[in-house]
């Protein structure tokens, strides 16, 4: 089993392009997570999937967008990309509301 | 609203000597979860322990020993006879999910303790 896999690992961009952040798990999880984390801020949960179909807001969701159209899916888009998105993002998935999550590898982003 | 605090932002220990790590947390739910992660410097994120707000005993795993008291929000993380591989930021996390509206287990972490163990 993979676990949780993120593409791509690495990724430079201008200001004002657009990119899509693939998140994939095969444990068959519904709960789907993305967060970013920045120096000293910990990590913070931008948006979230209780279940194929569904999104939810995080504690920092401006400027992202997100999808879950398949179970084992989770996309997050920066339609219009800032220099303040500049970040690593991990992405996490887990079995039930108190689960431990499971991490993916993460991927480093900059915005120039 | 949830918060974790992790007031020690670095640690330094010499090789086998013992280490705590301090994690505060703030919650109005009485059902709760807290974890510990550990990020080494490869970036990996790896879940160490998860503890309920209704079983406050102590738990040992080898090394690792988690001290968990309701009574000053506390879930503290210690390191016995510490090694270089235990280098790396260690993260406190509090999950507190809304059970009615099914919204998931969104988790809050602290801002971690980077800890380093030298020879």
């Known amino acids: 089993n993979a676990g949780v896999t993120q593409t791509p690992k690495f990724r430079v961009l201008k200001t004002g392009q657009s990119m899509t952040l693939l998140c994939a798990q095969d444990m068959n999880h519904e709960y789907m997570y993305w967060y970013r984390q920045d120096p000293g801020m910990g990590l913070r949960l931008i948006h979230y999937s209780v279940g194929e179909g569904t999104t939810a807001k995080g504690e920092v969701p401006d400027g992202y967008n997100v999808s879950r159209l398949k179970k084992q899916n989770f996309l997050l888009g920066l339609e219009s990309a800032a220099p303040s998105q500049t970040s690593v993002y991990f992405c996490?998935?887990?079995?039930?509301?108190?689960?431990?999550?499971?991490f993916g590898p993460g991927t480093r982003l900059t915005v120039l | 609203a949830q918060k974790v605090t992790q007031a020690q932002t670095e640690i330094s220990v010499v090789e086998k000597e013992d280490v705590t790590l301090d994690c505060v947390y703030e919650?109005?739910?009485?059902?709760?979860?807290l974890f510990w992660y550990k990020q080494p410097p490869s970036g990996e994120l790896v879940f160490l322990i998860r503890r309920n707000s209704f079983d406050e005993q102590n738990e040992i795993s080898g090394r690792y020993s988690w001290n968990f008291q309701k009574s000053t929000s506390s879930f503290n993380f210690t390191i016995t006879a510490s090694q270089v591989v235990d280098s790396a930021v260690y993260f406190c996390?509090?999950?507190?999910?809304?059970?009615?509206?099914?919204?998931?287990?969104?988790?809050?972490f602290g801002t971690g303790t980077q800890l380093k163990v030298e020879l």
């Open positions: 919650t109005r739910d009485t059902t709760y979860y």
């Open positions: 996390a509090l999950s507190e999910g809304d059970i009615l509206t099914g919204g998931g287990n969104k988790l809050t």
């Open positions: 996490a998935s887990s079995w039930g509301l108190y689960n431990e999550q499971f």
